[in-house]
């Protein structure tokens, strides 16, 4: 990624990106490849969350907003907010529903705890002045490991939290719902902190109203977003509930018929 582009306009600042790119695009790839096969299930539904989530990487990563997110704090923000709020849960939402790996690294990963922790650190640490100051200064590190890490990161933390074919969840889903509570709490105290702040949190790399705007950003982009993520897994947390109680009245009436057959 190119970056610093201060004699370009914002709106006239596009990249290519090669090193997002060629992996999205290999991931469409096999995606639309695997999807056509018999052992997997992957319905309308399910592939337009997907291609919306690989729409929402390309919209913060090409565009100016992913160009110049080295130059203006507010569109740091934008680009983090979109990749851990938007596009990792959109891609839960398409992966196939026969998807379950077994593969020891990848179930730690996705263990409820170690992915809670690793994205929260992520969310607070990048933030912090030092490690902002140092990704800042040393622009690969924002390339090939900051935007990779929040794209990679929130997918292994919704996979546990949001049902791929909205059934069979892999946790309870009153879980789900106080981890996706639990995790508002870090995102919004970063974004709040941020906006407080009186003086410059970053050796004045932006400008206070900038740092303001990007602080907001996540504070206000963080609660609304995650109450969205929140709604749809109590809703799904009351249809789960609903099901039982039919099962339950299923087998109720079964024993019902066979005492009335015994009689």
């Not at 290519?16 to 639309?32: T, V």
């Not at 039982?244 to 109720?252: L, N």
């Given at each position: 990624?190119?970056?610093?582009?201060?004699?370009?306009?914002?709106?006239?600042?596009?990249?290519?990106?090669?090193?997002?790119?060629i992996?999205?695009?290999?991931?469409?790839?096999?995606?639309?490849?695997?999807?056509?096969?018999?052992?997997?299930?992957?319905?309308?539904?399910?592939?337009?969350?997907f291609?919306?989530?690989?729409?929402?990487?390309?919209?913060?990563?090409?565009?100016?907003?992913?160009?110049?997110a080295?130059?203006?704090?507010?569109?740091?923000?934008?680009?983090?907010?979109?990749?851990?709020?938007l596009?990792?849960?959109?891609?839960?939402?398409?992966?196939?529903?026969?998807?379950?790996?077994?593969?020891?690294?990848?179930?730690?990963?996705?263990n409820?705890?170690?992915?809670?922790?690793?994205?929260a650190?992520?969310?607070?640490g990048?933030?912090?002045?030092?490690?902002?100051?140092?990704?800042?200064?040393?622009?690969?590190?924002?390339?090939?490991?900051?935007?990779?890490?929040?794209?990679?990161?929130?997918?292994?933390?919704?996979?546990?939290?949001?049902?791929?074919?909205?059934?069979?969840?892999?946790?309870?889903?009153?879980?789900?719902?106080?981890?996706?509570?639990?995790?508002?709490?870090?995102?919004?105290?970063?974004?709040?902190?941020?906006?407080?702040?009186?003086?410059s949190?970053?050796?004045?790399?932006?400008?206070?109203?900038?740092?303001?705007?990007?602080?907001?950003l996540m504070?206000?982009?963080?609660?609304?977003?995650?109450?969205?993520?929140?709604a749809?897994?109590?809703?799904h947390?009351?249809?789960?509930?609903?099901?039982r109680?039919?099962?339950v009245?299923?087998e109720?009436?079964?024993?019902?018929?066979?005492?009335?057959?015994?009689?």
């Amino acid at each position: 990624m190119e970056m610093h582009h201060h004699e370009v306009s914002i709106w006239g600042s596009w990249q290519l990106a090669p090193e997002i790119l060629i992996p999205l695009a290999l991931l469409c790839y096999l995606y639309i490849r695997n999807t056509k096969s018999p052992e997997y299930s992957v319905s309308l539904r399910q592939q337009i969350f997907f291609f919306s989530g690989i729409a929402t990487i390309l919209a913060v990563v090409v565009t100016p907003v992913g160009a110049r997110a080295m130059d203006y704090f507010s569109l740091h923000m934008t680009q983090h907010i979109t990749l851990m709020m938007l596009s990792g849960p959109l891609l839960v939402l398409g992966t196939p529903s026969t998807f379950h790996p077994t593969n020891r690294i990848f179930l730690t990963l996705t263990n409820p705890w170690i992915s809670w922790l690793l994205y929260a650190a992520l969310m607070i640490g990048v933030h912090l002045p030092a490690p902002h100051n140092f990704i800042m200064n040393n622009p690969w590190t924002h390339t090939f490991i900051e935007v990779p890490l929040y794209i990679v990161l929130p997918y292994l933390f919704y996979f546990n939290l949001l049902d791929r074919n909205l059934s069979n969840r892999r946790m309870s889903p009153a879980f789900s719902v106080i981890s996706l509570f639990l995790m508002m709490v870090p995102e919004t105290l970063t974004g709040f902190f941020i906006y407080t702040n009186p003086g410059s949190l970053y050796n004045d790399m932006y400008t206070l109203t900038d740092q303001r705007r990007g602080g907001s950003l996540m504070w206000s982009g963080a609660m609304i977003i995650d109450t969205i993520w929140m709604a749809f897994a109590v809703y799904h947390w009351i249809k789960s509930e609903e099901r039982r109680s039919i099962e339950v009245d299923a087998e109720i009436a079964a024993e019902q018929k066979l005492i009335k057959d015994f009689e």
